[in-house]
């Protein structure tokens, strides 16, 4: 396959650009407008093209994309543009955003300029500055040359930045890639109008009920204290963290703390409802998300926005405005994502993959056993609680038991625990129970002892060293642990600091969050847990692309994937992705899994 490098210039304007609208909204608008686009083909010399859209139609249709990998910087832009306004869908898309996440993580930044700069590719113009508010027609025959001298830069320098990030860039991933962009450009789901036009008219009733019914004022809504017992009243443990002025406990509500902006998801409309009061909104997410999917609806299919490593462990995370990821599980708008007309579709769970995943790489074999048996681990995790046999545990205890299990793999202390708990309206003598857990399952606290001797001090002191479970994966040095893909799980600027006055030392790493770049506590159980979700995630994606080569991967929400498949093949559908679920990587042959499928015409409605 040639490599084809593109890259489009567009009409923007202070009203109608990227500061105002998603990039579904500004491709699809009626205002959009192509100024102009340069391709690449390998090495070749770059052309550029401007003039009316059959002009640039005519001049797209040239270059033989059926057998060809598209490459381009933000693929998730251009690819929507050489589909949606010129039907063109190459055979391979390559995005070097994505592979840059993958690559440099937070260290660099995800900008061609940034980049560019920093693989000593070349320099970046500002060309696209002097383009603000201007149609094709209004350039000038000089303007429009030196704009076309500009893309073709930005042309080169991302074929350059690609060859430079595909050198070792594991193919599994180049495929991931490929199925995520299309995932946007190619959308096959269709949005249930009136029922999203029901469901605003209620949740915008309910609010305003809602706001009406909490009988505390505004004064009270800012007061740090009363709006911590305002979230109490609902059953949640209001967020705190370390004042970085006082060096001492405070709340955590202010709106770059990102369990305080976590609330605004809470999937009580309640909690919604005040925490948009709290911030001075007119609206809720819940009423936004579903004006926001009327829009789409408008406008066409709705397109999977999804940001490839969009966490350090490789998961993905949400994009555009539209962040499907945290859908509520019983969430109304679910309900109104609908299959095409003669499909269904069939949504496929990892089932307790980060668990199953923890126990296999602590050498836990019991409890892998026990997962692999099919065994209720939760029972067995409340009858050692509440010491008394599996058949005599009620359902609130098994609540108790799945929490243990599910929450206290990583190192969780009491305090932390007897929160999280609380938030679900149980008490228990929480250190009790976490001293169980890790003396039913020694071996994973020993991983955390591991992380924490062994394998953070390798990073630090730029050493090598082996992790968990033979051969699967290896510290090597600062450039952090390679993972089964090839992949890295890094902590940039990893070092000690004192995080608490008179308290020991702590390990740090630079984490980014947002524009800022901030100190992250890193500790033994910490580090299993991302190595964890890095795996799970690793055996997501070799499952998706084994499911891709019968059905379309239509979206992946956590350790899900979501399939459309022709109405008439929907159980036979059902059991191929279900074998693929459950089907072992080759480095992981003893990992112990398994998951749920479900059928629905509505991605609300699988069952």
Request: hydrophobic content about 40%; overall charge neutral; aromatic content about 8%.
């Amino acid at each position: 396959m040639n490599i084809i490098t593109l890259d489009f210039e567009t009409f923007y304007s202070k009203e109608f650009g990227f500061s105002k609208l998603t990039t579904e909204e500004y491709v699809r608008d009626a205002r959009f407008e192509t100024i102009g686009v340069s391709v690449k083909v390998e090495d070749g010399p770059t052309e550029w093209c401007s003039g009316t859209k059959s002009k640039i139609k005519k001049f797209l249709d040239r270059f033989e994309w059926s057998n060809a990998i598209a490459v381009a910087h933000n693929a998730k832009f251009d690819m929507a543009i050489l589909n949606w306004h010129f039907d063109i869908r190459p055979k391979r898309i390559a995005d070097t955003l994505s592979m840059a996440r993958a690559v440099h993580g937070t260290e660099v930044g995800g900008s061609l300029a940034v980049l560019a700069t920093h693989h000593k590719l070349g320099v970046k113009g500002t060309e696209v500055v002097n383009a603000l508010g201007k149609r094709r027609v209004d350039f000038s025959k000089e303007e429009l040359a030196r704009y076309g001298e500009y893309c073709c830069n930005d042309t080169d320098l991302t074929y350059s930045l690609f060859r430079v990030l595909a050198q070792g860039f594991p193919l599994n991933e180049l495929k991931l890639i490929d199925l995520t962009i299309r995932m946007f450009t190619e959308p096959v789901l269709e949005l249930d109008v009136e029922a999203l036009r029901v469901h605003l008219s209620v949740v915008q009733k309910y609010k305003t009920s809602l706001l009406s019914d909490i009988d505390v004022s505004k004064e009270d809504i800012m007061s740090n204290p009363k709006f911590a017992l305002l979230l109490q009243r609902y059953g949640i443990t209001p967020p705190k963290k370390i004042s970085p002025t006082t060096g001492k406990e405070t709340y955590a509500f202010a709106r770059s703390d990102q369990e305080f902006i976590a609330l605004q998801e809470h999937p009580n409309l309640q909690v919604q409802a005040i925490m948009a009061a709290r911030l001075g909104l007119r609206s809720t997410l819940e009423e936004t998300r579903t004006e926001r999917f009327i829009g789409v609806a408008s406008r066409g299919k709705l397109p999977i926005p999804l940001r490839y490593y969009a966490a350090h462990t490789g998961r993905w995370g949400g994009d555009d405005k539209l962040n499907l990821q945290n859908l509520p599980r019983a969430a109304e708008l679910k309900k109104c994502i609908m299959a095409p007309q003669g499909h269904v579709l069939i949504d496929s769970d990892s089932s307790q993959i980060e668990a199953r995943t923890l126990a296999w790489l602590s050498g836990q074999d019991d409890l892998v056993g026990a997962f692999e048996r099919g065994e209720d681990v939760y029972k067995s995790m409340a009858s050692s609680i509440y010491g008394k046999p599996q058949e005599d545990i009620a359902k609130p205890e098994r609540f108790v038991g799945k929490t243990t299990i599910l929450g206290c793999g990583y190192g969780m202390g009491a305090e932390r625990f007897k929160d999280q708990l609380a938030n679900f309206g149980v008490a228990v003598e929480c250190q009790r129970v976490i001293d169980i857990y890790r003396a039913t399952y020694p071996c994973i606290p020993a991983l955390w002892k591991q992380a924490q001797d062994f394998v953070l001090p390798a990073i630090l002191g730029n050493q090598t060293t082996e992790f968990g479970i033979a051969g699967v994966l290896a510290v090597e040095g600062e450039k952090g642990i390679r993972l089964p893909n090839g992949l890295y799980l890094n902590y940039p600027n990893l070092r000690w600091i004192e995080v608490k006055p008179g308290e020991r030392p702590q390990y740090v790493y630079d984490q980014k969050r947002g524009r800022a770049v901030l100190p992250t506590k890193i500790y033994g159980g910490k580090v299993v847990e991302n190595v964890c979700q890095a795996l799970a995630r690793i055996v997501i994606g070799e499952q998706m692309l084994t499911v891709a080569r019968k059905y379309k991967v239509a979206m992946t929400v956590h350790d899900a994937i979501t399939c459309v498949v022709p109405e008439e093949e929907a159980e036979n559908g059902k059991e191929f992705i279900e074998l693929c679920m459950r089907l072992r990587p080759a480095w992981a042959l003893g990992l112990p899994l398994n998951c749920e499928a479900g059928i629905g015409q509505s991605y609300g409605g699988c069952k």
